[in-house]
């Protein structure tokens, strides 16, 4: 191996000549990332069409859809009712200090109750599913992929994306509002007994904030919000997995890769809806009071 | 659309391969091949691995698309069918895969029934029936019918595949590497399949192998294909295309040295690399 001092000095770069290429280098690798991403992209947009196209023309068979709905909703329900349980808990734990500086325990209901039903639920609910159902799709069809299953559906006459995504994709989007709403009712049993029994929060006065503050509108924004997060739990899982490198390293990043996409997308469109949701709630209601 | 050149000839190729070319990124794997499959033809395509005898099969049925060339069947140009009309078209195809491809959440006998309920609307005994006579034909008793394809042998597997490939009568059948892994007897017996698929249905094969007895015993015609990085640019990439019992006495020696099975310059670049 040559060090340093092996190379003749009319071979070393010129000071400037090296800065430059060092430059050009970088903006390079720049270049090249961006245009992955925008390939990526482009390929996640054409993916969703031609699954689009394929769940307005013709719905894919019971055969497909019950297993999908099974693991998707059944399988989900208890890991979701626990993590929304234990949230509410928490939330009662670290505001309660706060409020009771001021005085304002009984407001507890309507803050923790409030972010549950809009934020938390939904977002909690999404990133379980993101974590149990999409890094698990993602597995599933990667595996499908290498061994050449998907392959074969093909060359059977059946469309995979018919067959396998539509059924996923219907079940996310079908079933995630309910996981919301009950990651929504557990975190608010759990913030509720927690406050009330454990903490020695007035109920009356606890539930009765929680009426006046929580609206309808807060609950329809958050099951909103929860069908674009089970839309793009699917297609970004089934994406990944079929677009699998070979190996058992590809499937195990095509998992990886899933869920952390997955995670970046239900913050992403929570913000972007949060902000159109504002909106709608301001034009709706214009008397109400603003932020900015 | 139909095939004005092969119309004119009289007989129209079930297949007919014009100029097929197919680029992965940088790796150009099949480069300029012409062929043309006749109906009834059984033909194997051999050549050493990483030529692109899978990437043809592939283009063959639609799964891979040309980056140059046109693929057509029965006078259909693929390149000119929508999704839907390709998925159709894909009914007159069955496919052997290397590993078989079976579909691990599903028994054997929901693997060999899923071509017939995806695609026929038929009573459920007469699907149980016709599976159990598929499997028959390819020697599987009765019992395997409600196991998973992870509790079966390798060949067993194949046979499986086959018989599931076969479900819909397909007019061209396409084989990967139907006896890669397998012991010599179950070899055998996949090319006793193969043969007696043939006698029992019209069928035009296309064995993709690098078994030499596989493509003596069964084919009508072998199609031998080089890597196309070790070809010169003005070279076809179809090295042999004629009948078995000629391959031996080919002019050219790397037709020879494969069908012999003789390393020569690949031994000389092994040591070139090693040291």
Same mark, same amino acid.
């Given at each position: 191996?040559?060090?340093?001092?092996?190379?003749?000095?009319?071979?070393?770069p010129?000071?400037n000549?090296?800065?430059i290429?060092?430059?050009?280098?970088?903006?390079?690798?720049?270049?090249?990332?961006?245009?992955?991403?925008?390939?990526?992209?482009?390929?996640?947009?054409?993916?969703?069409?031609r699954?689009?196209?394929?769940?307005?023309?013709?719905?894919?068979?019971?055969g497909t859809?019950?297993?999908?709905?099974?693991q998707?909703?059944?399988?989900s329900?208890?890991?979701?009712?626990?993590?929304?349980?234990?949230?509410?808990?928490?939330?009662?734990?670290q505001?309660?200090?706060?409020?009771?500086?001021?005085?304002?325990?009984?407001?507890? %209901?309507?803050?923790?109750?409030?972010s549950?039903v809009?934020?938390?639920?939904?977002?909690?609910?999404?990133?379980?599913?993101a974590?149990?159902?999409?890094?698990?799709?993602?597995?599933?069809?990667?595996?499908?992929?290498?061994?050449?299953?998907?392959?074969?559906?093909?060359?059977?006459?059946?469309?995979?994306?018919?067959?396998?995504?539509?059924?996923?994709?219907?079940?996310?989007?079908?079933?995630?509002?309910a996981?919301?709403?009950?990651?929504?009712?557990?975190?608010m049993?759990?913030?509720?007994?927690f406050?009330?029994?454990?903490?020695?929060?007035?109920s009356h006065?606890?539930?009765?904030?929680?009426?006046?503050?929580?609206?309808?509108?807060?609950?329809f924004?958050?099951?909103?919000?929860?069908?674009?997060?089970g839309?793009?739990?699917?297609?970004?899982?089934?994406h990944?997995?079929f677009?699998?490198?070979?190996?058992?390293?590809?499937?195990?990043?095509?998992?990886?890769?899933?869920?952390v996409?997955?995670?970046?997308a239900i913050?992403?469109?929570?913000l972007?809806? %949060?902000?159109v949701?504002?909106?709608?709630?301001?034009?709706?209601?214009p008397?109400?009071?603003?932020?900015? | 659309m139909?095939?004005?050149?092969?119309?004119?000839?009289?007989?129209?190729?079930?297949v007919?391969?014009?100029?097929?070319?197919?680029?992965?990124?940088?790796?150009?794997?099949l480069?300029?091949?012409?062929?043309?499959?006749?109906?009834?033809?059984?033909?194997a395509?051999?050549?050493e691995?990483?030529?692109?005898?899978?990437?043809?099969?592939?283009?063959?049925?639609?799964?891979?698309?040309?980056?140059?060339?046109?693929?057509?069947?029965d006078?259909?140009d693929?390149?000119?069918?929508?999704?839907?009309?390709?998925?159709q078209?894909?009914?007159?195809y069955?496919?052997l895969?290397?590993?078989?491809?079976?579909?691990?959440?599903?028994?054997v006998a929901?693997?060999?029934?899923?071509?017939?309920?995806?695609?026929?609307?038929?009573?459920?005994?007469e699907?149980?029936?016709?599976?159990?006579?598929r499997?028959?034909?390819?020697?599987?008793?009765?019992?395997?019918?409600?196991?998973?394809?992870?509790?079966?042998?390798?060949?067993?597997?194949?046979?499986?595949?086959?018989?599931?490939?076969?479900?819909?009568?397909?007019?061209?059948?396409?084989?990967?590497? +139907?006896?890669?892994?397998?012991?010599?007897?179950?070899?055998?017996?996949?090319?006793?399949?193969?043969?007696?698929?043939?006698?029992?249905?019209?069928?035009?094969?296309?064995?993709?192998?690098?078994?030499?007895?596989?493509?003596?015993?069964?084919?009508?015609r072998?199609?031998?294909?080089?890597?196309?990085?070790?070809?010169? +640019?003005?070279?076809?990439?179809?090295?042999?295309d004629?009948?078995?019992?000629?391959?031996?006495k080919?002019?050219?020696?790397?037709v020879?040295?494969?069908?012999?099975?003789?390393?020569?310059?690949?031994?000389?670049?092994?040591?070139?690399?090693?040291?």
């Open positions: 191996m040559s060090t340093p001092s092996d190379i003749p000095i009319s071979d070393l010129h000071e000549q090296g800065w290429d060092s430059l050009t280098d970088r903006v390079a690798d720049l270049g090249g990332v961006v245009l992955d991403a925008l390939a990526e992209v482009g390929s996640m947009s054409l993916f969703a069409w699954m689009f196209t394929w769940l307005f023309s013709r719905l894919p068979p019971r859809l019950t297993p999908s709905f099974y998707i909703g059944v399988l329900l208890p890991v979701v009712a626990l993590t929304g349980t234990f949230i509410g808990m928490v939330l009662a734990v505001s309660f200090a706060q409020f009771r500086m001021l005085g304002m325990e009984t407001r507890m %209901g309507a803050v923790i109750n409030m549950l809009r934020e938390l639920g939904p977002v909690l609910a999404a990133t379980m599913l974590g149990r159902v999409g890094s698990s799709m993602a597995a599933e069809l990667g595996t499908m992929r290498v061994t050449e299953q998907i392959d074969a559906l093909s060359s059977m006459g059946a469309n995979p994306i018919h067959y396998l995504v539509v059924p996923r994709f219907l079940g996310c989007l079908l079933l995630i509002p996981l919301t709403i009950m990651a929504d009712f557990m975190g049993v759990g913030a509720g007994l406050s009330i029994h454990l903490l020695g929060v007035d006065h606890y539930m009765e904030n929680t009426r006046q503050f929580v609206s309808h509108f807060d609950l924004v958050g099951v909103f919000k929860s069908l674009f997060f839309g793009a739990i699917a297609l970004i899982g089934c990944r997995g677009h699998c490198n070979p190996g058992a390293e590809g499937v195990g990043r095509a998992a990886t890769s899933a869920f996409l997955s995670f970046v913050l992403f469109l929570d972007m809806l %949060g902000i949701l504002d909106a709608v709630y301001y034009s709706i209601w008397e109400a009071p603003k932020l900015f | 139909v095939h004005a050149s092969s119309t004119a000839a009289g007989r129209r190729p079930l007919s391969i014009e100029r097929l070319g197919v680029t992965f990124g940088r790796n150009c794997v480069r300029d091949v012409r062929l043309r499959i006749q109906r009834g033809e059984t033909v395509v051999i050549g691995s990483g030529c692109g005898k899978t990437v043809l099969l592939k283009t063959i049925i639609g799964l891979l698309n040309p980056t140059s060339g046109s693929v057509w069947f006078g259909q693929l390149a000119s069918l929508n999704e839907r009309e390709l998925t078209q894909r009914i007159r069955g496919f895969f290397q590993q078989a491809a079976l579909f691990d959440s599903m028994t929901q693997n060999v029934a899923f071509p017939l309920r995806q695609h026929r609307t038929l009573p459920e005994a699907i149980q029936q016709t599976v159990v006579a499997l028959a034909e390819v020697g599987l008793p009765d019992n395997v019918l409600g196991k998973r394809p992870a509790e079966l042998s390798g060949g067993m597997r194949k046979r499986v595949g086959l018989a599931r490939a076969l479900v819909l009568e397909p007019e061209l059948m396409l084989y990967d590497e +139907p006896t890669t892994g397998l012991d010599p007897i179950m070899s055998d017996v996949i090319n006793e399949l193969i043969l007696s698929t043939r006698k029992k249905h019209p069928v035009t094969s296309v064995i993709v192998t690098h078994d030499m007895r596989t493509a003596h015993k069964v084919a009508d072998v199609v031998m294909l080089y890597p196309s990085a070790r070809l010169k +640019p003005d070279e076809p990439q179809v090295l042999f004629g009948p078995p019992e000629t391959i031996e080919a002019d050219d020696p790397r020879t040295q494969f069908v012999r099975g003789e390393a020569r310059e690949r031994l000389m670049e092994l040591h070139q690399q090693n040291g």
